[in-house]
Structures are given as C-alpha cells and as structure tokens.
C-alpha cells in the first residue's frame, strides 16, 4: 500500500495509475481534478510502494510524442487549503537583463534554464537585437526542457516588474580608450539605466556587470536610491571561480572541489587569501608551492585581459554570464553557499565605506549577510588598502 499524494499527481502526465490498495489523498484527489490527471486503477499485484513511479515511467517510455516539462499553474484547491506549494508550482518571478552584448545573452539563456522563472526579459537599445537573441534562445526550450519565456525589446520600459535585473549594458574598452574614459562612458549608460530601474523595478535586486565593476555598482545605488542590500556588483564569483579552474589546470583536484574566495577589487587590487583556499577542507599551501600559487593568483587578476589579447574583439562572457546567473539563483533559491560580491562595506573588516569585493550570503531579497572570514594580517591589510583605492576611484566619479 502506499500513499498517493498531490506531488505524485502533479508529477504524473495525464494519467496516473494508482494499485487497488493505495491510498489516494483528497488533496491528490483534487488536484488530478484541477489538472485534468486521469487517476486509474491498475497493476494490482505489483509491488504496492513502487507501483505507480515504475508504471509512470513506462507510460511515459510509451507516449509519443514525448510531452514536454512544464511547470503546472498553481491549483487553486492549494490556495483554498493555504497548503505549501511546490517549488515549480509556486508564483515564479521575473528577471530581466540590461544589455543584450554576449555577457547579457549568454546570462539570459542560463537564467531560462534554470526554469526558476516566469520570464526573462532582454533589453537593448539596438532595434531588434534583444528581440532576436530571445527569439532564438526560446527556439531551443524544447530540447532544453525549460518552460521560462524569453522575451526581447529595444524599450528599457520592458523591465517593468522585474523582481531581479542583471546590468549587463556599457562599452567594452577600447584600444587606446583610457580607464577614465571607459569609466565617463559606461557612466552615462548607468545612469540611464538606473534611472529606468527606479522608476519601473522599484523593488528589483539589481546585479551590475558593467565594468569598471566597482565604481558602477556605486553609481547604480546612487541613481536607484536603492538599499545597499539590493544592489550588488558580478565579480568575485568570476574571479574565484577563474582561481580555482587555473588551480585544477595543475591536477590537484577537479575545479569543483577547490575551494577559494576572491576578494578586493575586479582588478589590480583583487585580494584571493591563500589562507581560505583549499582542497576537500586540505590547505591549497600544503599541495602547491608558493611560487605556483603566486603565479596562478596572477594569473587569475589578469584573466579578464588574457582572453581580450586572445579574442582580439570583445571580452569574456561565458564565465562572467555564469557568474551573474550563480548570483541570481542563490537569490531564487536560497542557497545558503557564501559568494564573494561586490557589495558596500560599511566598514566590515575595518575597511572605509565603499564598494568591495567580500564573501556575502544572499537571499530572495538581496544581500543577507557579508561573512566575516578570519583572515591573514597581510590580507586584511591588502583588503584594506584595496578599499581606499576604490574609494579615491569612486570620488573621482564625482
Ligand atoms: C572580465 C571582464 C568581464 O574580467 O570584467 O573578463
């Protein structure tokens, strides 16, 4: 015998075959009603707690074509009950990203399937271009089993009820473009965007991509007014995760199972602590040697310029759009793992008020917590002096 319950019909694709001897719940009972499931007696003599799983699966063996995974709407006998809905029957939110270069369309296609949301959408201001990359992304949701809509506009308005917005939109450098000027160009463009976002996703968790990262994460909470909590900056995710692929390129372990935090500043200034990097809990210090570890810590500070010489056009975007997509799914999930994000400091680990790189835990609505890691003098030093350098930086945006 076993039970029969609302999860096992939500899961079931048009007909679920239940044994004599089970019990099916009112609630299941109700929500086959809702969703049209065909609740069927059958398979007496099969074992009674797996009979209706083994005959789902060859049900589903047989059906041709194969029907394709979407996320049921919520059943309104749930709602009568105020029971807990399912995750993926829950009200999903929305996401939009600014930007549609190849940082935003490749966030935009990770976010779709993750199938955590009702939509997203893609901005741009090149007619028809979010349209198209949409479009196109969506062609594939089939194969790739997602049911999340992907929409395009060239109209910044799109955004409107976003619960979460992933700032993507600025110019790449240029040769022979100095920081500064990089920096009052992106400016202009955060600025418009940020004053976008105030007015229609006043309640939005913005993640800034848009380099340089600091100073336009700065900018972004300046023109949104928004709490500190809910804008954050993309770039330790990216760095880190950069350490520890170049650390596993040594063969110590796979890149998943090395742990390491990258601090500071998405630049000169980025702070990796040797003394938090590790493998499977072991010391990374105790695997490799100090000049490889200087190396690859080098390395990883010039990523981002190493693969613009080898791109010859543009910037990195699968890894970057990986990392802005990890933070809004550790926002939608509630994933407890601690990021390293650029967020403002407001004087943790004894640095000035400004925007840092630290180790944070986020949640639905934003920055949680910044986590207080025990770190090396010299780190905490470097970490410091990281911030004061930012500061002057973001001073001299005016
Ligand atoms: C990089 C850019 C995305 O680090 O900031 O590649």
Redesign the pocket.
């Known amino acids: 015998m076993s039970v029969i319950t609302a999860r096992d019909v939500e899961q079931a694709k048009g007909e679920l075959v239940v044994s004599s001897r089970d019990v099916v719940t009112p609630l299941a009972r109700e929500r086959a009603r809702d969703l049209g499931v065909a609740l069927r007696v059958g398979g007496a003599h099969a074992p009674a707690a797996q009979a209706p799983k083994v005959e789902l699966a060859r049900q589903r063996a047989r059906s041709e074509p194969a029907k394709p995974e979407v996320a049921l709407p919520p059943s309104a006998a749930l709602y009568r009950r105020g029971a807990p809905l399912p995750a993926h029957v829950a009200a999903r939110p929305r996401v939009a990203v600014v930007g549609a270069g190849h940082v935003g369309a490749s966030t935009a296609q990770r976010l779709a399937e993750l199938d955590r949301f009702d939509a997203v959408t893609l901005v741009d201001v090149v007619p028809g271009l979010a349209a198209g990359i949409a479009l196109d992304l969506w062609h594939g949701a089939a194969l790739r089993g997602f049911d999340t809509r992907i929409e395009g506009s060239d109209d910044l308005g799109a955004i409107a009820g976003a619960a979460y917005l992933v700032v993507t939109a600025g110019k790449p450098r240029q040769p022979g473009m100095s920081r500064t000027d990089l920096t009052n160009v992106n400016a202009e463009i955060i600025r418009t965007v940020g004053a976008a976002v105030r007015a229609k996703a006043p309640d939005a968790v913005v993640v800034v991509v848009t380099?340089p990262l600091e100073e336009m994460t700065h900018l972004m909470g300046e023109v949104t007014g928004f709490p500190a909590e809910r804008v954050l900056g993309m770039a330790g995710v990216?760095d880190a995760s950069r350490f520890r692929s170049l650390v596993a390129l040594t063969g110590v372990a796979r890149p998943a199972e090395i742990s390491a935090h990258a601090l500071g500043s998405?630049g000169p200034e980025m702070v990796i602590p040797l003394s938090h990097a590790s493998v499977r809990g072991e010391p990374l210090e105790r695997l490799l040697d100090t000049a490889t570890l200087g190396a690859i810590v080098e390395r990883t500070r010039d990523?981002?310029a190493e693969?613009v010489k080898l791109l010859q056009k543009g910037?990195?975007y699968f890894s970057?759009a990986e990392s802005a997509a990890r933070m809004i799914r550790a926002m939608v999930t509630g994933d407890p793992e601690v990021l390293d994000v650029c967020v403002r400091t407001r004087g943790a680990y004894g640095t000035v008020d400004t925007r840092l790189g630290l180790p944070a835990r986020l949640g639905p609505t934003g920055l949680v917590a910044i986590e207080e890691l025990a770190l090396r003098p010299n780190e905490l030093a470097a970490l410091r002096g990281a911030a004061e350098r930012i500061a002057e930086r973001i001073r001299a945006l005016g």
Do not use: Q
């Open positions: 380099n990216l998405h990523s981002g693969v910037s990195a970057p």
